[in-house]
């Protein structure tokens, strides 16, 4: 018999409310990672494994002899010359500091710097820098000013390596013009480079980027002229000759202390050449490409692989246990990253 109406309706109205089945938890919004980041990260292993190709095809017993050869005053020789070359870097940092008049105590500025060394020396990339910056701007400092002194004396490391390497190397080659052209190209490039980088900074005067990477390049800019006085310059450039004397002093001290015979054009091209290689994303450290520099280089002086590949090793370790020694003194002294 049909319900009528309001049966219908009363009977609806007591039925209890049918509650939609609950569907899947919805996820969470993740960005994928770039496909080519993994791979990224793990290119430094080609060093690695490179490193192990070449120690697979030497004589174990010789490599073991080259490093036997070694005295007990050698490491520690070239580790206090090791030392040298970034106390001297951090003395010229400091140096750089002033003329953009950044105030920073002698103590804070030079532990950084050590601190910044302990972090390049155990990270890939170039981590060391953020320390330094770090300090600074939780002292009130620009990014942009902070930044500008790091990258400038970064630069002065890299065009000294390359000017040095490529003037020995040429002489040790054998081609004395193409050494000569190099170096008269290094006093022309040096005083057209500040030129250049002071167009720029005038070229930046107001400027509105609208990236913020468009602004730290200005910023960057601007916070050249200080460091560019030919009174800061000198003294930068001084300070990065001595210091890096300390750093092929230290190679040479543990070639001698191998007994290796070596013309000093083939040891600072090779010790130049090593180090540039460490600006590559295959390796860390330069561990695996450096050792193929040194066997190289060396090997046309008749040392024999696995002394030269021995040289390369004991000359990284004992660069990088300086580094993590005294950047770990600074960090637990609370030099190293305090901005106080």
Not at 24 to 32: D, F, K, R, V
Not at 46 to 70: E, Q, S, W, Y
Not at 272 to 280: G, I, N, Q
Request: one cysteine or more; aromatic letters at 6%.
């Amino acid at each position: 018999m049909p319900q009528s109406p309001t049966q219908s309706a009363t009977q609806h109205a007591t039925q209890p409310a049918t509650r939609p089945t609950p569907g899947p938890a919805p996820q969470s919004a993740t960005l994928p990672t770039p496909p080519g980041s993994r791979w990224r990260r793990l290119l430094p292993l080609l060093g690695l494994v490179l490193l192990i190709v070449v120690l697979a095809r030497l004589d174990r017993h010789a490599l073991a002899a080259a490093f036997g050869r070694l005295s007990l005053w050698t490491v520690p020789a070239a580790a206090a010359a090791f030392l040298a070359n970034v106390a001297l870097k951090a003395v010229r940092w400091r140096r750089l500091l002033d003329a953009q008049s950044i105030a920073l105590p002698w103590r804070v500025a030079v532990g950084a710097f050590f601190a910044a060394a302990f972090y390049g020396a155990i990270t890939p990339g170039r981590v060391g820098e953020l320390a330094r910056v770090g300090v600074l701007t939780a002292r009130g400092v620009p990014l942009g000013r902070g930044v500008a002194s790091c990258i400038f004396d970064r630069v002065l490391d890299l065009a000294t390596l390359v000017t040095v390497g490529g003037v020995f190397g040429a002489a040790w080659l054998g081609e004395p013009a193409l050494a000569l052209a190099l170096g008269l190209l290094t006093l022309i490039g040096v005083p057209a480079g500040r030129a250049l980088l002071l167009y720029l900074s005038r070229r930046a005067h107001g400027a509105s980027p609208a990236s913020r990477a468009g602004r730290l390049l200005r910023d960057l800019a601007l916070a050249s002229p200080p460091m560019l006085t030919p009174r800061a310059l000198g003294e930068a450039l001084a300070w990065t000759v001595v210091a890096w004397v300390g750093y092929y002093g230290a190679v040479a001290v543990l070639a001698s202390g191998m007994g290796l015979s070596v013309t000093l054009p083939a040891l600072v091209a090779a010790t130049s050449a090593a180090a540039l290689t460490a600006l590559l994303p295959v390796t860390f450290q330069g561990i695996g490409t450096r050792e193929l520099v040194f066997a190289f280089a060396l090997g046309r002086e008749g040392v024999p692989a696995e002394a030269a590949v021995a040289l390369s090793l004991a000359a990284l370790g004992t660069f990088l246990a300086a580094s993590v020694l005294s950047g770990g003194l600074a960090l637990v002294s609370g030099r190293g990253g305090r901005a106080g």
